[in-house]
């Protein structure tokens, strides 16, 4: 039968891994926001802003919306141009440093990571053909559940996330009671 401890460290290891994954995925989110922001590489007058929107259309906002056309942007103050020309190696350090220095990218990634060293630890004690099926699904619960409380991410039904996590609990109940001694 698995101890407390060793329930805890599954626990564990899927909070850390499964909590994470949501904030991983927003921090992606944001790193693809600045790269649109770079490749458009609009320079930005104190009295205007631009938003990009999903079209990849750039709209400014001035005390009104309107599509953006570069007659009425140069009246405005936005400047469009291009990066082709730019090297492969300075995005790849543009990304680097980006990695190192936006906390919403390497804090989610340095907990998530921590979870794999609890995830070693747990395999030093149990099977690996017990702990990683049970951590790998205790992870899914845990980043639907954090997707959808913290990230309000939409969920088709409900009642089928709560019927799915209890069968996911059903099934690591399974796993953990047929385990050979």
């Known amino acids: 039968m698995t101890t407390i401890s060793t329930m805890f460290g599954y626990c564990l290891v899927g909070i850390l891994w499964g909590c994470t994954n949501p904030f991983i995925k927003h921090a992606q989110n944001i790193i693809n926001q600045k790269k649109k922001l770079q490749s458009t590489n609009l320079q930005i ?55 190192f220095t936006e906390p919403t990218v390497y804090l989610p990634f340095l907990i998530n990571q921590s979870g794999s060293l609890v995830f070693y630890v747990v395999l030093f004690r149990e099977p690996i053909s017990i702990a990683a099926p049970v951590c790998n699904s205790l992870t899914f619960i845990f980043t639907a559940v954090t997707g959808y409380v913290v990230f309000k991410e939409e969920v088709q039904s409900p009642s089928l996330l709560i019927i799915g996590i209890i069968l996911v609990l059903i099934g690591i109940y399974i796993c953990m009671t047929n385990q050979k001694e």
Request: glycine share 2%; proline share 5%; hydrophobic share 25%.
């Open 45 to 99: 007058t104190p009295n205007s802003t631009a938003i990009i929107n999903d079209s990849k259309k750039i709209t400014h906002v001035n005390n009104k919306s309107s599509l953006a056309s570069p007659s009425n942007d140069q009246e405005n103050g936005i400047t469009h141009t291009t990066n082709k020309n730019k090297p492969i190696t300075k995005s790849y350090f543009q990304l680097i440093k980006v990695l």
